[in-house]
């Protein structure tokens, strides 16, 4: 059942406790208050009530609108392309009916029916879901939806479907958020801001500008704020989709556990603080509801197999 967002079409959505149609007057009172409610919890007052079931979020950045989505968007297909081509060549690539390609592609077609409600756009895009056989732990989901898990988070950290579906309600809340657009419009500013030439501003060669700086969409580095909000979005989409919110907590436990070790690229970008894990405790109650009424994943999962040992191109097959 969806559950009415900041500015539902309908406001009856909002009865979907029951509750009988309420008059046109109060229906206009009751969307002035909603209205009221929303500009508050998108504003700067602070602790105001949430307008919405789900988690406190605000608007996204004012930067984002220095640069079209459809670049960045464009920049992460091709960035995705081109690991996919990489990852293929080095036979990396896990084959479509790989348990654990089965498996996450099984949990996103669960969580994205709820992505456009972060962000219209979603709408359009064209999901992929991928895992490469690499050791390393590692997710990300690239502007535009394409998805991509390294086989070392899902068996070294024995993550559960519900743990999984945290990480990757994460990364693609990354994405819906707009992340990436936010921090390429910053890295445009701030080099006007220092005088280099660049037309950034102007959208004259911003097509240029992505496509050289594609390749840094893999390695770019959020602020605390978008890892947070990423923290919060994600775990409430991953709640409607009926995953367990409390997974989140248990996920970045086996995150700080795994940084004790050699700390993986992820973990140097996600730190897991007792400050990470004491804000989704906080929140939990804010998507209890949610997941409560969410139907829940009839098909479960088993956690992923150590990771077999590379073999070589040139190996011979079975009975060869
Ligand atoms: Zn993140």
Redesign the pocket.
Known sequence: MRVCRIAPRKPAIVSDHVEPAPSLSSRVSRRALLGTAALLAAGCTGKQPPAREGVPVGDKSWFTRLVPAAEVEAAGTQQYLQLMQQAGQQHALLPALHPQVLRLRAIAARLIPFAPQWNPRAEQWRWEVNVIASPQLNAFCMPGGKIVFFYGILDKLKLSDDEVAMVMG??IA?ALREHARERLAKTGTTRLAVGAVSTLLGFGNVGDTLLHMGGQLLTLT?SRE??SE?DLVGMELAARAGYDPAASVSLWQKMAQAGQGAPAAFLS??PSGNTRIADLQRNLPRVAGLYARAPKPVERFEVAAPLAPPQPASAPGPGA
Do not use: G
């Open positions: 994460h990364e990354h959020f978008d890892e990423a970008t996600h």
